[in-house]
């Protein structure tokens, strides 16, 4: 058998691995996928689809003393209708390389990774040929690292269900993401509803073309961190990033594309989520803030200026929201017969100021604070976002 993997060509991959080389070296020739040991004592494989091979090879290595293993596939061109289940412990790595060209036909799950900390990285091209399908689902793991270079439809065009990323579970925490390009799915990165939520993870970086959503964040997914996020040619139809979650957080997020969805979208329940740098190159829509809570810090290249809706001064006592999810400017057009001016911060906690308005004057609200006015004959203000 270590004969015929010289096909493979470096069998060891001595750069790649603290033990010098793969537990098992994974190929193809004539039609048929080997799997090489590179231990002593391993069992060698072979079958017709890769996804049957490795499943061999992790079932061995998972029964063996060490309980783990690295497993590299080089040269796979197929299509594929075996998943995989990864659930070697600890620290079970696989490896697609760069030559291989994976068309996902089977029925849901490429990779299921069940087992913790978990390192899977596909370096070639991964297409989907069906609705449904799931290229990475991460459930109820932690420390999991996953890496995906370029992901597409088989048919040039969105498959409806289709996701690079699937992460769900209570105990889905502290995982890590990086997506170099990924495009025709329908979501690129999905965290979806569950009780407690998808808590902790990281997304160090994602660049997407056409989708659906890039990014999916339900409502009750919280504290997850986005690194560098970036929206090539063709954009979201939907969203580039979505947020219905809580307390999640933005490094930079970047889109590049006219029309369709927003670069960025706030649902209903989004909350004490903050973006540290949000900007649309292109003439298509930078944000969408449907938000109930106004508790949501976004941080804009490029404010908005008296681009936005400026409230009605409430009557005297009624406190006023600023609902947008950055800090506005006031200003005070006309002074009315103001006493008392107060501001509210988002914990409730309040200052009040025994002032009369003079024109001009102008405040700073912040995001998610409240300005009470008492007057006998109100003011005119304008709101200027920034």
Not at 259 to 277: C, E, I, K, Q
Request: hydrophobic share 40%.
């Amino acid at each position: 058998m270590a004969e015929v993997a010289l096909f493979a060509g470096d069998r060891f991959y001595r750069s790649q691995f603290n033990t010098g080389q793969a537990s098992y070296t994974i190929f193809q020739k004539d039609g048929v996928v080997y799997a090489d040991p590179g231990y002593p004592g391993g069992t060698p494989y072979s079958g017709t689809d890769v996804g049957a091979v490795v499943n061999s090879c992790i079932t061995n290595l998972a029964s063996s003393s060490a309980g783990t293993g690295v497993i590299l596939a080089r040269g796979i061109v197929q299509t594929v209708t075996t998943g995989i289940i990864l659930n070697l412990a600890p620290e079970g790595r696989l490896i697609f390389d760069a030559d291989c060209n994976i068309t996902w036909n089977g029925t849901g799950d490429f990779i299921k990774i069940t087992a913790s900390s978990s390192i899977v990285e596909f370096l070639g091209t991964f297409k989907f040929n069906a609705t449904n399908q799931i290229m990475f689902h991460l459930n109820n793991v932690q420390n999991c690292y996953c890496r995906a270079f370029r992901v597409l439809s088989n048919s040039g065009s969105i498959l409806s269900g289709t996701k690079v990323v699937y992460l769900d579970g209570a105990t889905a925490y502290y995982n890590e993401f990086w997506l170099d390009t990924f495009s025709q799915v329908d979501i690129g990165i999905h965290f979806p509803f569950v009780t407690v939520g998808a808590n902790a993870n990281n997304v160090l970086f994602a660049s997407f073309g056409t989708v659906n959503y890039g990014i999916k964040i339900d409502n009750q997914a919280r504290n997850n961190w986005l690194g560098d996020i970036q929206i090539q040619t063709g954009g979201a139809n939907t969203a580039g990033v979505y947020i219905d979650g809580q307390s999640n957080w933005v490094g930079k997020l970047y889109g590049e594309y006219a029309g369709g969805g927003p670069v960025l979208f706030l649902d209903t329940h989004a909350s004490n989520n903050r973006v540290s740098y949000l900007r649309q190159e292109g003439a298509g829509t930078e944000l969408t803030n449907n938000a109930n809570a106004a508790y949501n810090d976004i941080h804009l290249t490029r404010p908005y200026g008296f681009t936005i809706v400026t409230p009605a001064v409430p009557a005297t006592t009624v406190a006023q929201f600023n609902t947008f999810p950055f800090p506005v400017k006031i200003y005070f057009l006309t002074t009315g017969t103001v006493t008392v001016v107060k501001i509210t911060d988002a914990t409730g906690a309040f200052q009040s100021i025994n002032t009369a308005i003079t024109v001009p004057m102008e405040l700073i609200l912040e995001s998610g604070y409240q300005i009470t006015l008492t007057f006998t004959a109100a003011p005119t203000w304008k709101w200027c976002g920034m």
